[in-house]
């Protein structure tokens, strides 16, 4: 009996124990989990700059996000609850106890000049106010934010400061880590992204998933990759500066199917695969040059040959996707009659039988039939314009400016000669005389996954010092950059590794008809001291494996304009 009474002192007290333990980590649990909400910031400065209340918002939401730790309070209940923002302690405290939040942060972006200061306030349930603030150059405002979401995470929020890619590297285990698996360091929900063990990082030419064709000897300057000849299977249509040629992948080479010469004076600019009579058949559309005049022409690809099914047109041509509902367009503009570009891109209709101008599409002013792109955004879009110096500028739907990339992207080798003796010429090149326009590569919208964000895929070709050549330029080696609207200007999600050679264009695909889409990269290789005859073509493919979260409609389209 003495026994027994001992077992059950003993069973209550450890019962009472483990009762006890359990509730006080259920507590500490719910204490855990703590919530934020981030006002839009006031914006002091030109109306231009008005978009960045909004845009600061939104990235340091991103940035002070914590799983299991710190939760944001989306931003339509906040907009429903807080009409503006506060200007006092008072009405910060008021507005904190009625959006029912641990943290509020709120503040403002001042603008004078090429200056701009940066106050933030985070305010607790205590009414203490931990301010935060930064006075920096213009350019420099994202690096401020990122640095000034650093500080509210260590000082505030108590979250360790994350490790720099050498210290994360010294503690990482020696064992071998999943090839595969790399992650979205900037974007806004940091979700990995199951790529490819080629993208982000540099390493050797013989990668798992990247695969390698033969050397071609020519030069190239665009590919597309469809089927045209509806027989369930993509081509390879890459174009030089004459000739279009076609070929299908088979045991890891490049096999050729058929070629189409068109004549010597011609200069081809771009190459585009689209189905443009709604026959279920798409075309190659080629645009191109004679004499400084738009000669452009269109082909079909019927039994492994090549078909001319229109010639002589007097228009630069291209294709893109156009809201709201981003269907590839096929677009069109003249030459003007003392510039380069006459004002205006079209959109291409068949007219008593031949392609004509039609609706003229709203776009920013110096904006060309070859280089834009629109990037969706939730119910909105942005215009992206890759300008004459290699920078990506941002616009709103409405064609307000808010940003321009600090890095070049989007150079090219090909240029269309500019007489600077042309009346006007310096509004063309925005105050530059410039003897050649080079037409920038591709700027291709994706969507990589259920519900992440619109990303734009474009290269960046690389040159501690850019040889110009006559009509062509020349870059030892480049990347492919998946870009994202981060509220204040493009970031970057992820990357290829460095990338020997000219980037020439790109896209994605089922390049090797395997049933998965791959990123395909075309280069030209750089001449180095062998001489620029030496050049020679190569197509890159990395697979992506990511077709089973890839947007319906958007998995074999992506690369095709």
């Known amino acids: 009996m003495r026994y027994l009474f001992r077992f059950m002192i003993v069973a209550f007290i450890f019962f009472s124990s483990a009762t006890f333990a359990w509730s006080q980590a259920a507590a500490e649990t719910d204490e855990t989990l703590k919530r934020f909400a981030v006002l839009p910031f006031a914006v002091h400065g030109p109306d231009q700059y008005a978009y960045l209340g909004q845009g600061v918002q939104t990235m340091l939401t991103s940035r002070l996000k914590w799983t299991d730790r710190f939760e944001d309070l989306d931003r339509s209940t906040i907009a429903q609850v807080v009409a503006s923002i506060p200007r006092s302690q008072e009405e910060a405290l008021s507005a904190h106890a009625a959006l029912g939040v641990d943290y509020l942060i709120f503040g403002s972006v001042t603008i004078l000049g090429d200056q701009a200061s940066l106050d933030a306030h985070v305010v607790d349930a ?8 930064a006075q920096v150059a213009l350019n420099d405002l994202i690096p401020a934010l990122e640095g000034m979401a650093r500080e509210i995470n260590a000082q505030v929020f108590g979250r360790p400061q994350a490790q720099t890619p050498q210290q994360a590297q010294a503690a990482s285990p020696a064992g071998p880590v999943h090839p595969d698996l790399i992650y979205n360091e900037y974007g806004p929900e940091r979700t990995p992204y199951h790529l490819n063990p080629d993208i982000l990082y540099s390493g050797a030419a013989d990668s798992p998933g990247r695969w390698r064709s033969q050397a071609l000897p020519f030069a190239s300057l665009g590919v597309v990759v469809g089927d045209a000849d509806g027989n369930g299977r993509n081509e390879i249509f890459m174009l030089t500066d004459n000739k279009v040629l076609a070929y299908h992948a088979v045991d890891n080479r490049l096999m050729p199917l058929g070629e189409y010469a068109a004549p010597l004076r011609l200069q081809c600019l771009n190459i585009n695969l689209m189905d443009i009579n709604g026959d279920g058949f798409k075309e190659i559309i080629v645009s191109a040059i004679m004499d400084e005049t738009p000669r452009s022409f269109i082909l079909n690809f019927i039994d492994g040959k090549f078909v001319l099914a229109e010639d002589r047109i007097p228009l630069y041509l291209n294709v893109v996707r156009i809201p709201p509902d981003y269907r590839p367009t096929l677009i069109g503009q003249r030459k003007g009659r003392t510039r380069l570009f006459d004002s205006g891109v079209h959109e291409i209709l068949r007219m008593n039988g031949q392609l004509d101008l039609s609706r003229a599409l709203n776009l920013p002013q110096g904006t060309n039939v070859f280089n834009f792109a629109f990037l969706p955004q939730d119910d909105d ?13 941002v616009f709103s739907s409405n064609n307000t400016f808010q940003s321009v990339t600090e890095e070049p992207y989007a150079g090219s080798s090909l240029g269309l000669e500019v007489d600077e003796s042309f009346p006007g010429i310096r509004q063309d090149l925005d105050g530059d005389m410039m003897s050649y326009y080079y037409i920038p590569s591709r700027l291709v919208p994706v969507k990589l996954g259920q519900g992440a964000s619109w990303n734009l895929l474009v290269n960046r070709n690389i040159s501690l010092s850019a040889q110009f050549f006559a009509r062509y330029r020349y870059f030892p080696q480049g990347e492919i950059h ?10 970057i999600n992820w990357k290829t590794r460095r990338i020997r050679g000219t980037v020439v264009d790109y896209g994605l695909a089922d390049v090797m008809n395997d049933g998965r889409t791959e990123l395909f990269v075309l280069v030209n290789t750089h001449p180095g001291a062998t001489g620029f005859t030496q050049r020679r073509t190569v197509l890159l493919s990395y697979t992506l494996d990511m077709d089973a979260e890839m947007e319906e409609g958007f998995t074999l389209d992506m690369g095709l304009n």
Do not use: C, E, H, Y
């Not at 942005?382 to 500028?393: F, H, I, P, Q, Y």
């Not at 998946?482 to 970031?491: E, K």
């Open 126 to 133: 205590q009414g203490r106010d931990t301010p935060q603030s």
């Open 381 to 393: 879009f942005k215009v992206v314009v890759a300008d004459n110096k290699d920078k990506l500028r």
């Open 482 to 491: 998946a870009l994202f609207w981060d509220g204040i200007n493009m970031n």
